[in-house]
């Protein structure tokens, strides 16, 4: 199968991220969601981020320039669904609003087109059987952000076929990227493991074990990670950590992913992390050097 129009479904954090890397390595690219309004913050962050890269000398101007004319941006889903050859589906971690968009999808996609979703834990199996071809339904899951992070999880569905993941995993190396095949289950790998760890901070943290910056300053210093687990929180959006827990809980139904009472009280508070400017870290000073939010402080 080959691959030349890429639409990208949904122009949020992940959407724009996955256009952006599509787009920097050549391919032609469009970026799909419901209003102009998301579109052009979608087009003005992808500005920024191939500014930031040029800047630090990871593209030239030829990239910069090219990367930018190779992606279109429309509300129209005839035109970005019915000429594409793959599809990757970019919306929010919701079960209901993924099979609408999929359902829509469905009605003017052509034959050979390959049906990805970036979905973090949610069913390829249960995506596919929405399709009239499930053999071309796969998970393509993105780490955020997109351009700089270089795994991909190819997610197979109990009917994806053969030739689908080996297409898509060939077409990972193209972008730069290092794909991982793993089969259909909740969480796959990264979110099976990373995102109950997250839990457990916020665990930690509510039982006054620790505080916000000794828990992540432990995890960093003493296990090697990159960053804490309470910031990792915020970096992927507290609501998104919520969603992936809801779906482990409902699927294994083991106590150990049943989410944190405080998780689930930051999310009704709108506290979501990075994206708010609040959640275990308080981002609204200085964005780049964060405080800890003042409840817990």
């Known amino acids: 199968m080959e691959i030349h129009l890429v639409t990208v479904v949904g122009a949020g954090t992940m959407g724009n991220g996955i256009a952006h890397t599509f787009a920097q390595y050549g391919y032609s690219v ?36 090219a990367c930018l004319g190779n992606i279109r941006f ?65 998970g393509m899951h993105f780490m ?15 009917r994806t076929d053969e030739i689908v993941v080996e297409t898509l995993y060939k077409l990972s190396q193209k972008i730069n990227k290092t794909p991982l095949v793993v ?8 979110n099976r493991i990373a ?5 457990e901070a916020v665990e930690t943290l509510m039982q006054g074990v620790s505080g916000v910056t000794e828990i992540d300053r432990i995890m960093k210093l003493g296990m090697g990670h990159p960053m804490g687990p309470l910031q990792l929180a915020d970096f992927i959006g507290l609501d998104v950590c919520l969603a992936i827990l809801e779906v482990l809980y409902a699927e294994f139904g083991k106590e150990k992913y049943a989410p944190c009472i405080l998780l689930r009280r930051l999310v009704v508070a709108g506290q979501l992390g990075r994206k708010t400017d ?12 964060p405080s800890v939010a003042p409840q817990f402080s």
């Open 30 to 65: 469009v970026l799909y969601d419901l209003t102009s309004t998301q579109l052009n913050k979608a087009r003005e962050i992808i500005h920024q981020n191939l500014e930031r890269q040029h800047y630090k000398g990871t593209i030239n101007e030829a990239v910069k320039a």
């Open 74 to 138: 429309t509300t129209d889903k005839k035109k970005a669904f019915s000429q594409a050859d793959l599809i990757i589906e970019a919306v929010s971690e919701n079960l209901s609003t993924k099979k609408d968009v999929f359902q829509e999808i469905n009605r003017f996609i052509k034959p050979h087109c390959i049906l990805a979703s970036n979905t973090s834990s949610l069913s390829i199996t249960a995506l596919g059987a929405l399709t009239q071809d499930p053999s071309k339904v796969i």
């Open 144 to 158: 955020n952000p997109v351009p700089i992070m270089p795994l991909i999880e190819i997610v197979k569905g109990q």
């Open 183 to 190: 089969s259909d289950s909740p969480g796959f790998v990264a």
């Open 195 to 199: 995102i109950p760890m997250i839990n």
């Open 278 to 289: 609040l959640g275990f870290y308080d981002y609204r000073t200085d964005p780049k050097n």
